[in-house]
């Protein structure tokens, strides 16, 4: 804004003297322009959103043993490949064409139509149709990566994903259908700008019923069901995933906008990005005063989570509120983590990164305050919309493992999991100068 002001001022006075021409007045763009800059935005927001998927692989890798390490980068990077094929075979389709009221168009090969475009008429809001697909698909890819976390150093690497393809290919764009599609949640009121529930609770959803059915981790709880702590293998390193998510989630929330061509929009992609990173602050600093306080040590790894959650947690509107709302939403969230994760430890379910509290319950809790800054939704119609998009994901998912649990099996034999996944499925260390058999030259 100060640069813009004193490039006005520059101009004026250069106009006074006569070396520049009078300064115009500021006019809507041309529907061309509009076009190009909406598609621009989806471009570069949805490459943000992508990046996100390193960010998720190198939380991941910091939080599990390093035994692991290469097998969870792994399943990162494959799920983020098989979401895009399944999105574009049956995905896009099923959750965005003809949607009539709970379930798009079962027509496989999502295709490109910019016939208008082509032809040199644009319409009020177009883009691309290849970016908006682009913008959709990198999504999809966000709730697998969710389950991956949950679910990791005991599950098998086909089976997950073999769910991974039923997650992206049915669940998440059936239950999309229902609200960006325009389907029966939307015309009910429900609002979830950027998907608290549709994204993150999805995902959280998934993962909580596939670690109840997997079980946990051996040693994680021992025959008194006392907890046993199984740190992570690379603080910095999940560290660094933390910083990449933070980053990605401005073009997760501020894409949401869905449009670049006009200041309106400019000016509420800008609101969004504020509150987006203020209610991860909020998020951060709640989760290590609570942590001082009932530990009397800072833990790191809430504090990352306090950032995660604090993101889910504004994820659902972060158009609407103030700044100072924003910070108070996240840090909610953050407070959110440092409960639900020993509670998941009273009830023996076993969450590697803290996913489940993160993504699942800050999730919630996002689309309920939705209710507090925009006055056209209900506190109702806001649970309606995650009590329903629950209940299928649950059901869906339940049914899903259980017929990879008693088919193909999902679970990693002990004498597996106690080697590591990295050399019981993939034949490789992570970090092989450092392993058992490591010798100095």
Known sequence: MRNLKNL????????????????????????????????????????????????FAMLESGLVRSKNTATICLKNISLYAISGLTFYLVGY???????????????PFWGPVDTDALAGTFSDGGYSASSDWFFQMVFVATAASIVSGALAERIKLWP????????????????????????????MGFSDYAGSTLVHSVGGWSALTG????????????????VNPIPGANLPLATLGTFILWLGWFGFNGGSVLALGSAASAIEMSNVYANT?????????????????MYKKVDLTMALNGAIAGLVSITAEPADPTVGMAILIGCVGGAIVVFAVPLLDKLKIDDVVGAIPAHLCAGIWGTLAVAI????????????????IGVFVVVLSTIFWLILKYT??????????????????????????FGQGSQSF
Do not use: H
Not at 211 to 226: D, S
Not at 376 to 386: D, K, N, S
């Open 408 to 433: 193909v099996g999902i679970r990693a034999s002990e004498e597996d999991e106690l080697m590591g996944l990295d050399k019981a499925e993939l034949g490789l260390e992570a970090y092989p100068e």
């Open 8 to 55: 006005k001022i520059a101009t004026a006075a250069l106009a006074v003297f006569g070396l520049v021409g009078a300064v115009p007045a500021y006019a809507a763009v041309d529907g061309e322009t509009a076009y190009i800059l909406n598609t621009f935005s989806f471009l570069v927001n949805g490459a943000l959103v992508m990046w996100m998927g390193a960010g």
């Open 277 to 293: 990173n203020m209610a991860a602050a909020g998020g951060v600093i709640t989760a290590m005063i609570l942590t001082q306080i």
């Open 93 to 107: 389709n099923l959750m965005y064409l003809d949607v009539t009221g709970y379930i798009g168009t079962l027509s």
């Open 373 to 388: 800054s925009d006055p056209e939704a209900t506190f109702l119609t806001q649970l309606t919309g995650v009590v329903a």
């Open 160 to 187: 997950f994903l073999g769910f991974v393809v039923l997650l992206t290919a049915i669940i998440y764009p059936i239950q999309g259908s229902w609200v960006w599609g325009g389907g029966w949640l939307s015309e």
């Open 211 to 226: 670690a109840i059915i997997l079980g946990a981790r051996k040693g994680k709880f021992n025959a008194e069901g006392r």
